[in-house]
């Protein structure tokens, strides 16, 4: 089995030896029509390359993401890989962080990669696609979902996540036709994709009459949000929208509780969606909510069911919000080979135009630029320490 280390090189590993649960397989389009070639020794690998943060507060996620990955890696390897070639994922720490981010694309293809599953944040993807384009590879991520990463209109990205003008208008509507309050503060990290959901946020909650102060742009370093409780109380905002990440997020629902606003509403965007939000703030986690796209890994079917186990079996942990998103990219990358009839890049890149996959997060197919097609977001609320489908939806 190829194993998870966390570290700061490449975490590779040919063989694999995950048991496969039929009723995955069959609904994963690429490992369902992978040829069964066990017996035969591989013609080669197929080494991809995995960004991912490996250090910083968003490591958690990276981790949750990488180990998607290499569960779908591990089952294709299992059956023979991709048209007999055996999957090699190439992790390289981005921390999150562009500069770290351009470092590792540029190692990554340095060593030869021919594809690229990685990047959990847009503020790290963005400038990594360049980098990736000239090199002429395929560009699949996983959670990356801002606006910007398709703006250059590049033919060889493509976001599994669908993009975060969802989480803007799901937050309004929820707002609006769930909550009914009448002024929203919205708060975000300074981060590329926190940015560009905030923006969406306050024009499509204006849009709607529900009046909006001043977007609080919060250092992503900063522990003490008093400044913005402050800007809360005397504002009279009746909810807050964090776009932000969720190791503030959960500093800010404490920190919101203990100054006594328990009758605010506190929503956060899918970038604070994780197990440790709800392990770092306790207690004051409870009742709040969030917005991200549906899937079925909350809805409970069958399919996820079986993830949610193989996963377990494999890491000794529950996947994060984002692993069936990682597990799908491998798994929408083998299909695409699979129908081009080849690894080579530039075939997998025109292939990947026409893909249409049955994934765990639902069906897998992209715009001419890239953007996944056809999601739908939902309102999440923690109850009891655990993620749930919120009973009232907009």
Same mark, same amino acid.
């Given at each position: 089995?190829?194993?998870?280390?966390?570290?700061?090189?490449?975490?590779?590993?040919?063989?694999?030896?995950?048991?496969?649960?039929?009723?995955?397989?069959?609904?994963?389009?690429?490992?369902?029509?992978?040829?069964?070639?066990?017996?035969?020794?591989?013609?080669?690998?197929?080494?991809?390359?995995?960004?991912?943060?490996?250090?910083?507060?968003?490591?958690?996620?990276?981790?949750?993401?990488?180990?998607?990955?290499?569960?779908?890696?591990?089952?294709?390897?299992?059956?023979?890989?991709?048209?007999?070639?055996?999957?090699?994922?190439?992790?390289?720490?981005?921390?999150?962080?562009?500069?770290?981010?351009?470092?590792?694309?540029?190692?990554?293809?340095?060593?030869?990669?021919?594809?690229?599953?990685?990047?959990?944040?847009?503020?790290?993807?963005?400038?990594?696609?360049?980098?990736?384009?000239?090199?002429?590879?395929?560009?699949?991520?996983?959670?990356?979902?801002?606006?910007? $990463?398709? =703006? *250059?209109? &590049? #033919?060889? @990205?493509?976001?599994?996540?669908?993009?975060? +003008?969802? /989480?803007? %208008?799901?937050?309004?509507?929820?707002?609006?036709?769930?909550?009914?309050?009448?002024?929203?503060?919205?708060?975000?990290?300074?981060?590329?994709?926190?940015?560009?959901?905030?923006?969406?946020?306050?024009?499509?909650?204006?849009?709607?009459?529900?009046?909006?102060?001043?977007?609080?742009?919060?250092?992503?370093?900063?522990?003490?949000?008093?400044?913005?409780?402050?800007?809360?109380?005397?504002?009279?905002?009746?909810?807050?929208?964090?776009?932000?990440?969720?190791?503030?997020?959960?500093?800010?629902?404490?920190? $919101?509780? =203990? *100054?006594? &606003? #328990?009758? @605010?509403?506190?929503?956060?965007?899918?970038? +604070?969606? /994780?197990? %440790?939000?709800?392990?770092?703030?306790?207690?004051?986690?409870?009742?709040?909510?969030?917005?991200?796209?549906?899937?079925?890994?909350?809805?409970?079917?069958?399919?996820?069911?079986?993830?949610?186990?193989?996963?377990?079996?494999?890491?000794?942990?529950?996947?994060?919000?984002?692993?069936?998103?990682?597990?799908?990219?491998?798994?929408?990358?083998?299909?695409?080979?699979?129908?081009?009839?080849?690894?080579?890049?530039?075939?997998?890149?025109?292939?990947?135009?026409?893909?249409?996959?049955?994934?765990?997060?639902?069906?897998?197919?992209?715009?001419?630029?890239?953007?996944?097609?056809?999601?739908?977001?939902?309102?999440?609320?923690?109850?009891?320490?655990?993620?749930?489908?919120?009973?009232?939806?907009?």
């Amino acid at each position: 089995m190829q194993t998870r280390t966390r570290k700061l090189v490449s975490v590779v590993a040919v063989a694999g030896t995950v048991a496969v649960g039929t009723t995955v397989v069959a609904s994963a389009g690429a490992a369902a029509s992978t040829p069964a070639r066990s017996g035969r020794a591989a013609r080669s690998v197929y080494n991809i390359g995995v960004p991912m943060p490996e250090t910083g507060p968003n490591a958690q996620a990276g981790s949750e993401i990488f180990d998607g990955e290499l569960l779908a890696a591990n089952q294709l390897n299992a059956h023979g890989g991709i048209l007999g070639h055996k999957l090699k994922l190439n992790e390289q720490d981005d921390a999150c962080d562009p500069q770290t981010s351009a470092a590792a694309a540029t190692k990554l293809v340095s060593e030869g990669v021919q594809a690229f599953v990685g990047n959990y944040c847009s503020g790290a993807a963005l400038p990594a696609e360049p980098i990736v384009k000239r090199a002429g590879l395929p560009n699949i991520q996983p959670s990356a979902n801002d606006p910007s $990463l398709t =703006a *250059a209109k &590049l #033919n060889n @990205v493509f976001l599994m996540d669908p993009t975060s +003008s969802g /989480d803007a %208008t799901e937050a309004t509507a929820f707002f609006k036709k769930v909550e009914h309050v009448k002024k929203v503060l919205v708060a975000d990290d300074q981060s590329t994709f926190a940015v560009g959901v905030a923006n969406l946020a306050v024009r499509d909650m204006r849009k709607a009459g529900i009046s909006v102060p001043a977007i609080q742009a919060v250092p992503a370093t900063q522990t003490d949000l008093s400044s913005v409780i402050a800007v809360v109380k005397s504002s009279g905002a009746q909810a807050v929208y964090w776009t932000g990440y969720y190791a503030q997020a959960a500093l800010f629902a404490k920190q $919101l509780r =203990a *100054a006594g &606003l #328990n009758k @605010v509403v506190f929503a956060v965007a899918d970038g +604070s969606v /994780d197990p %440790t939000f709800i392990s770092d703030a306790g207690p004051a986690g409870n009742g709040t909510f969030a917005t991200i796209v549906d899937t079925t890994q909350f809805l409970g079917g069958q399919n996820a069911k079986t993830f949610i186990k193989q996963y377990q079996k494999a890491f000794h942990s529950a996947p994060g919000p984002y692993s069936a998103y990682g597990y799908d990219a491998i798994n929408t990358l083998a299909a695409a080979a699979n129908a081009a009839h080849s690894i080579a890049p530039a075939k997998v890149i025109q292939a990947l135009h026409k893909v249409h996959y049955k994934g765990l997060t639902g069906a897998v197919s992209f715009t001419k630029v890239g953007a996944r097609v056809g999601a739908k977001f939902v309102v999440l609320e923690v109850k009891k320490g655990a993620y749930t489908v919120a009973p009232k939806q907009p």
